[in-house]
């Protein structure tokens, strides 16, 4: 490691070796390598390093593709999808699905906390989607500060995903009374003015897949991971949903487990 | 949409690539890269322009993150491949080495290395695809780099002179 008051940095050496050092930077680094040996060392270890990784996996680059990657053949063959581990979660939901059906026909006695957090989920859901003026309580302009806000009232640190890349901009969340104790809920909008909503609230239910359930007009997936109960909830359409939630899981999976205590 | 179609074929044998020195067992790649491929048709009519490559490196970081994780839940149910020969030297046991090196690194500090080194993105577009800012990126090659050394150091000395 270099010491704090070197004039070059860990990460510009990095970035030098890399090609991404600003051109005015190069001749220093450059230099100063010159000078520190021990420094100049390491960076040739660096590039030992990434000409063994490229020496040991780039052929495969041009290996001619398996016929299995045919895009004609995936768009057409891929249904229902093809589920190895990475997948299971759509596998577990196409799946879920029935046997959430199955469980609403056959728990009216005791109502499960997938019962009760969907109707929760679609019941706030349908009272605030159609709200022109006031959809939400904290816009999403302020997404640190309602971050922040539902956490600390959740007692749990909530990840809010973007959904961008599924067509959605975060309009924005608040809080809500849950069955349970207080509950968030955040609202997306995409292109066409479509909303769904995250429903998050904290459970001792294990964890579960996703599970579907539509009604009314509207769908809903539920899971539960690391003590919090999320229902997405959105129009009855299940593959955008699937999609919707699957990027949302993705990004919530994504870091590292956040319960508190 | 023809230009989305050609753009994913062209990605594919990168994408090869990339899943093969991720997982380091060809099977598992090849499935990760189909399973990225059904995700990705999929989702064509989620995709509003932008770099369709990044865009597929994003997927398939995101399915063996999952894959990783859900595999962590479980027992394991496989054993490690480990068909080495003792006292192999040369090119193959280089390349056999710096295979074990990057199984020894935490995932994210993997995939960060790889798309830098391998893959050629550029420290903005991995830090997209890993959803984090620059200066983790940047960390993340640190600690990867760091870790390489010290594993080729202490177990195989003699990688030095594989190039």
């Known amino acids: 490691m270099i010491d704090r008051d070197s004039p070059v940095t860990e990460h510009e050496l990095h970035a030098y070796v890399d090609g991404e050092i600003p051109a005015d930077r190069r001749n220093a680094v450059e230099a100063w390598l010159g000078s520190h040996p021990e420094h100049a060392a390491r960076v040739a270890h660096w590039r030992a390093q990434a000409d063994a990784i490229r020496a040991r996996y780039d052929a495969i680059a041009s290996e001619p593709a398996p016929a299995r990657f045919d895009l004609d053949k995936i768009a057409h063959a891929s249904r229902p999808w093809?589920?190895?581990?990475?997948?299971?979660?759509i596998a577990a939901f196409l799946v879920g699905g029935v046997v959430g059906w199955m469980a609403h026909g056959a728990s009216a006695a005791a109502p499960s906390r997938f019962d009760v957090f969907t109707a929760e989920a679609l019941g706030a859901h349908k009272v605030y989607?159609?709200?022109?003026?006031?959809?939400?309580?904290?816009?999403?302009?302020e997404r640190p500060h309602l971050v922040q806000w539902l956490s600390k009232r959740l007692d749990y640190e909530l990840r809010i995903p973007d959904l961008e890349r599924a067509g959605l901009k975060l309009v924005g969340g608040r809080l809500l009374p849950g069955p349970f104790g207080p509950a968030a809920f955040c609202m997306y909008e995409g292109a066409s003015g479509e909303r769904f909503t995250i429903y998050y609230a904290r459970t001792d239910s294990p964890q579960t897949a996703m599970r579907y359930r539509a009604g009314d007009g509207f769908a809903a997936l539920y899971w539960v991971e690391n003590g919090l109960a999320y229902v997405v909830s959105g129009p009855p359409e299940r593959e955008r949903l699937a999609n919707v939630a699957q990027a949302a899981y993705d990004q919530i999976d994504k870091a590292a487990p956040a319960a508190k205590p | 949409m023809v230009g989305f179609r050609q753009g994913v074929e062209t990605t594919v044998p990168a994408l090869r690539r990339y899943a093969r020195a991720l997982t380091r067992n060809a099977e598992l790649a090849d499935d990760l890269v189909q399973d990225t491929l059904v995700r990705a048709l999929r989702s064509e009519h989620l995709f509003h322009g932008g770099d369709i490559r990044s865009w597929l490196y994003t997927i398939l970081t995101n399915l063996n993150r999952n894959r990783l994780r859900s595999l962590a839940r479980r027992p394991p149910m496989q054993a490690i491949e480990d068909n080495d020969a003792p006292d192999m030297t040369g090119p193959e046991a280089g390349a056999r080495d710096i295979e074990r090196a990057l199984a020894v690194l935490a995932e994210d500090q993997r995939a960060a290395l790889l798309l830098v080194v391998l893959e050629g993105l550029t420290y903005?577009?991995?830090?997209?695809?890993?959803?984090?800012?620059?200066?983790?990126?940047?960390?993340?090659?640190?600690?990867?780099?760091?870790?390489?050394?010290?594993?080729?150091?202490?177990?195989?000395?003699?990688?030095?002179?594989?190039?």
């Not at chain 2, 594993?151 to 190039?163: A, C, Q, S």
Request: charged share 30%; net charge positive; aromatic share 2%.
């Open chain 2, 124 to 163: 903005r577009e991995v830090a997209e695809v890993q959803g984090v800012p620059i200066g983790t990126v940047m960390s993340r090659l640190a600690r990867a780099r760091m870790q390489i050394r010290a594993y080729l150091d202490g177990e195989r000395p003699t990688l030095r002179r594989v190039k």
């Open chain 1, 82 to 89: 093809r589920a190895v581990a990475a997948a299971a979660v």
């Open chain 1, 129 to 141: 989607v159609v709200e022109v003026r006031h959809p939400v309580e904290v816009s999403g302009s």
